[in-house]
């Protein structure tokens, strides 16, 4: 099976991690700017965990992966584990 979409995600997920956590160094606090940013990278980052869980799931049940699609954020932030 061809995992690179998997890793695309993942490549993804790093980007987003580094960047929060880079927003989360800022001394002196954030910025409204910074403060906007950073939810828009919390809410990319849940919506990547999310896609990336349900295209591993889909491939565990014998499904296509690659019909798994990013769901909207006010879907995916009113899932709790």
């Not at 991690?17 to 700017?33: F, I, K, V």
């Not at 939810?39 to 869980?53: I, M, P």
């Amino acid at each position: 099976m061809d995992r690179s979409a998997d890793n695309d995600i993942l490549s993804t997920i790093r980007g987003l991690m580094d960047e929060e956590h880079a927003l989360r160094a800022t001394p002196g606090g954030l910025s409204d700017e910074e403060r906007g940013r950073m939810k828009e990278v919390e809410q990319a980052l849940d919506q990547c965990w999310d896609l990336l869980r349900r295209r591993r799931a889909r491939e565990e049940f014998g499904q296509d992966p690659d019909d798994a699609q990013v769901r909207p954020v006010s879907e995916v932030e009113n899932y709790r584990q």
